[in-house]
């Protein structure tokens, strides 16, 4: 039988593992930790939902007396998930009389959809 020779295959030169995907590229600590911090302020239902009913209103705006009702929520709990929405900069409040107003911020959803990208 005549001997036969293997190609010699070249190691992969990264030192990122057997699979050489790289350890550069992607989030780095900090990028990663405040993306979490963005998004732990969305991972609530209510939260969700107060957000996409202001997004869907027709000046992107919306009075804590209504998003009171519409969550089914009382109104300090309401209030503390706005607080925390308004804190993490996805919602902007202005006092108008008794009442509270928010506002969305586009760049803050914006930023929080690359997150993704």
């Known amino acids: 039988m005549p001997t036969r020779y293997l190609p010699v295959i070249t190691p992969p030169t990264s030192t990122s ?9 992607g989030l780095s600590r900090d990028q990663a930790e405040a993306s979490a911090t963005l998004l732990k302020a969305v991972a609530d239902p209510a939260r969700l939902r107060l957000l ?6 027709e000046g992107g705006e919306a009075c804590v007396c209504d998003l009171t009702e519409l ?5 300090p709990t309401v209030s ?11 919602l902007e409040r202005e006092k108008r009389g008794t009442w ?3 506002r969305i911020v586009p760049a803050r959803l914006a930023e929080a959809r690359s997150i993704f990208d």
């Open 17 to 25: 593992g057997c699979c050489g995907i790289g350890v550069d590229g």
């Open 52 to 57: 996409s009913a202001i997004r869907a209103t």
């Open 71 to 75: 969550v089914g929520l009382a109104q």
């Open 80 to 90: 503390h998930h706005l607080k925390v929405l308004v804190d993490a900069g996805f």
């Open 100 to 102: 509270a107003w928010f």
